[in-house]
């Protein structure tokens, strides 16, 4: 049972600090009380979690006694309202008692991962763990340059956090109250304002079938303006309390044949996202078998990915849904499972250390790649300096990224929704700007915004090209107009150069610009509208900017002293 000390109501706080409007109740990290401080109050009920499931796994209960005992926490703690509790508890049973019954941290360092050392600091040292780098000394950095004049050029299309929503419904609630809204189930809407609109809605709702489509029919009608495409993952809609593996493939296929369709002779390059799984988050190391193996999504990616890639390419997919291709002499794209960061993933727990060695085998391939002269574009979901980023998968990917700065020309992800970007700093003082990670604004309008997409315009396809990203212009649809006109436009939001006075995309120039937007609110403004993906939003002031600003500095996670100027 829970103690009755703890039965308390507590008013929901969002993980995200600029958004001013309301934020899903399941990506609530934590809770305030009153005037007790949110983060003791997440750390106890993290504690009472894992401490009730180790009590059940050592009484030999069953998986349904930990059915009762998570919808009991969910419930008492108002996590979810009683359906979505009753069902997201029987989606994570597997996961839950899988985890527990092999977990041999206490619950205070199990939770010290999961949410900060503030709610305890694990005794193990393989929390802290550190990759194995090579000998090969590093070479000695070159300052980055452009281009020569009328040297060759090529344009990529990212897309990120699709979100398709298969129920979403015109004319539903929403504000149902739930994680996600906008749907069949929650019944037609009070009044015809507060309905969901045709093309989707500034809410806590996913992307309805008519908008992706729109989008790929406008993709493939300009499809002569990029050369290639990245996704960086994210397919299925939020509906994270009623999902299964079917679904989830489902999302998968609809994606591949919309690529199929629209943009047959387009390569893409795929990154996994936390959503494909079923249940959201849950990716186990190689070390569990059987059922609770994760193997029946790596076999469909697999499968998916395949239509782009090499057959060589597959042996990686099937160990850990990350891989390394060269599509042109000199270049090479390195696509990472951020899964194996993801503090979501509690199977995590039971051994952090380099999950399926994906970072060593990164270091092996940053190394051939540093051998060979190829320049490297990295692609994931999770961004490395997020929140949500166990610290020290973070902090060895850091390492990993100052050691082979010269050889990795880009890195590009998404998972935020907002549009943004994070500079990595030199592992020496943190002061010298070695790398820019590019996080667009995503396909679906979770939560309050505009769907958009980006493409870049890189310096590439001839021998000695630095593959850097050069400009980029974003994209969106404006749902206010649309939802009244129903006529989709795709229209051009900003130019990188133009809009924030850019001279280059050099890492020291994103750098200069958070230092330019401290001083210049304007200038922050548009910024933020921006990463609001020009949806209606208040604005950005105080702690908001501030927290924003740091967050632009932050290219690992749990780090605060790379703030300490902001």
Request: aromatic share 12%; hydrophobic share 35%; net charge neutral.
């Amino acid at each position: 049972m829970i103690p009755a000390s703890m039965q308390a109501r507590c008013t929901p706080v969002s993980e995200n600090r600029y958004l001013p409007s309301k934020v899903p109740k399941y990506k609530r990290m934590m809770s305030k009380c009153g005037t007790v401080d949110f983060a003791a109050i997440g750390c106890s009920v993290c504690k009472v979690v894992v401490s009730g499931l180790q009590n059940l796994v050592r009484k030999k209960s069953t998986q349904e006694d930990v059915v009762i005992f998570a919808t009991e926490i969910c419930k008492v703690f108002r996590i979810e309202d009683s359906r979505v509790c009753d069902s997201i508890t029987v989606q994570f049973k597997d996961e839950l008692f899988g985890v527990a019954e092999r977990l041999s941290l206490t619950p205070a360092q199990a939770c010290g991962i999961l949410i900060g050392t503030n709610c305890g600091t694990p005794d193990d040292p393989n929390v802290m763990w550190n990759v194995t780098m090579p000998n090969t000394p590093k070479p000695p950095v070159t300052p980055p340059t452009p281009p020569k004049s009328g040297a060759l050029k090529l344009r990529m299309l990212h897309l990120t956090d699709i979100h398709l929503d298969p129920a979403y419904a015109t004319g539903a609630n929403t504000d149902c109250g739930e994680p996600l809204c906008c749907r069949k189930p929650d019944g037609i809407a009070p009044s015809t304002k507060d309905g969901a609109g045709k093309w989707g809605s500034h809410a806590t709702c996913d992307t309805p079938f008519i908008t992706l489509d729109s989008l790929f029919a406008h993709l493939s009608s300009i499809q002569d303006q990029f050369d290639y495409v990245i996704f960086t993952g994210d397919l299925p809609p939020h509906n994270i309390w009623n999902q299964s593996r079917t679904d989830q493939l489902t999302s998968l296929q609809t994606y591949t044949k919309l690529f199929k369709k629209y943009l047959p002779k387009k390569i893409v390059f795929n990154a996994l996202g936390n959503h494909e799984s079923a249940p959201v988050n849950s990716f186990p190391p190689d070390f569990i078998k059987d059922n609770q193996s994760i193997s029946w999504l790596y076999e469909a990616l697999a499968d998916s990915w395949g239509t782009w890639l090499p057959k060589t390419a597959r042996q990686d997919i099937l160990r850990g849904a990350f891989y390394s291709v060269s599509p042109s002499p000199g270049f090479r794209v390195i696509s990472l499972n951020m899964n194996f960061c993801n503090n979501g993933n509690w199977w995590l727990l039971i051994n952090t250390t380099d999950p399926n060695g994906q970072l060593q085998w990164l270091i092996t391939e940053l190394q051939k790649a540093e051998d060979n002269n190829e320049k490297v574009h990295m692609i994931g979901h999770i961004f490395p300096g997020s929140s949500d980023c166990l610290k020290a998968w973070s902090w060895n990917y850091f390492k990993i990224v100052n050691r082979y700065e010269s050889t990795i020309a880009g890195q590009f992800f998404g998972h935020s929704h907002s549009d943004f970007y994070e500079v990595m700093y030199d592992n020496v003082n943190f002061t010298r700007p070695i790398s820019v990670v590019y996080i667009p604004g995503s396909v679906t309008t979770f939560t309050n915004m505009n769907p958009g997409f980006r493409i870049y315009e890189l310096d590439g396809f001839y021998n000695g090209s630095s593959w850097a990203a050069l400009n980029f212009q974003n994209y969106f649809l404006n749902l206010t107009d649309v939802n009244v006109s129903n006529k989709p436009n795709w229209e051009l939001e900003y130019d990188a150069k133009a809009d924030f006075n850019l001279t280059n995309l050099y890492p020291q120039e994103w750098d200069n610009l958070i230092n330019r937007m401290k001083s210049d609110d304007n200038l922050f403004q548009k910024f933020y509208r921006y990463y609001m993906k020009s949806a209606p939003a208040a604005k950005c002031t105080g702690d908001c900017k501030k927290n924003l600003l740091c967050d632009l500095r932050t290219g690992r996670s749990h780090d605060p002293s790379l703030c300490a100027n902001i």
